[in-house]
């Protein structure tokens, strides 16, 4: 199996800009972050694997290869022998049987759901931030000061906190300076910038989630980027916030993962 290179990125492009893949998937190929593609250069269509420096793999391409498919159980053995992160999303209802077929039981099994943006159901101009909170677009010092989205969160994702600073972007709600609520850019690729939202459990129910968010969506539509939205299908409170914000669900797709997703 072959790793391939910075130089050979640029073909890949083509290839899945054709298709429908995660966002991570494209921000890699487009090399807004870092990451790994092997490619098996013995079959056409070719086989895939692309992963993100934090453990997060796409698998896409020919599903009856059986040396990448046994490639593919090396790899996941050696990674788990490491203790690192091992989530892999896959492309279709063939490689969900090949993973299981492979891997067998030793990764759990997800179902997600992918969702459209159609549109806002409300103005973000109708809003307005309790007193005392304030909005603020994500920097480093934001990224300093907040728990769930520190540098850490950074690091894994975008490979730094000053490549997120260069290239991503998010807005984040304070209270007496603290992080209260934020909306960030996990990924962004092919034009669409996902997201990311979280909120401090003493905070929620007064509408921050659906401010930052809003605040968010109206950034991506200033700037011709389309606001991305994925969530497992059991999240509840992720399905309603999705709806508020415009989003609609689309498309079911199975992720695998060995310890936490």
Not at 215 to 234: A, G, Q, T
Request: net charge negative.
């Amino acid at each position: 199996m072959q790793e391939v290179t910075k130089e050979t990125y640029k073909g890949l492009k083509t290839w899945f800009h054709e298709k429908n893949c995660p966002t991570f998937v494209y921000s890699i190929v487009e090399q807004t972050i870092p990451g790994v593609v092997y490619v098996d250069e013995h079959t056409f269509p070719k086989s895939f694997l692309i992963g993100t420096k934090s453990g997060i793999y796409f698998i896409a391409g020919e599903e009856g290869n059986q040396d990448f498919n046994d490639f593919i159980a090396e790899y996941y053995e050696k990674q788990v022998k490491s203790t690192k992160r091992f989530t892999l999303f896959s492309s279709s209802d063939t490689w969900d049987r090949v993973m299981k077929t492979i891997l067998k039981d030793e990764l759990n099994h997800m179902k997600r759901v992918a969702f459209s943006f159609q549109q806002k159901s409300s103005s973000i101009m109708e809003l307005q931030l309790p007193k005392g909170f304030v909005l603020k677009r994500i920097d480093e010092d934001i990224i300093s000061n907040s728990t769930e989205f520190n540098k850490t969160y950074y690091e894994d994702y975008w490979g730094s906190v000053s490549q997120f600073s260069s290239k991503g972007f998010g807005f984040a709600v304070l209270h007496d300076n603290q992080v209260v609520s934020e909306c960030t850019s996990i990924f962004l690729g092919h034009n669409r910038a996902e997201m990311d939202i979280y909120t401090l459990e003493e905070y929620r129910g007064k509408g921050l989630a659906y401010y930052v968010g809003s605040e968010f969506i109206d950034f991506c539509l200033k700037n011709e980027m389309v606001p991305s939205w994925d969530c497992d299908v059991n999240n509840e409170s992720s399905f309603r916030l999705a709806a508020k914000l415009g989003f609609k669900a689309k498309t079911e797709y199975s992720i695998f993962y060995s310890g936490k997703s």
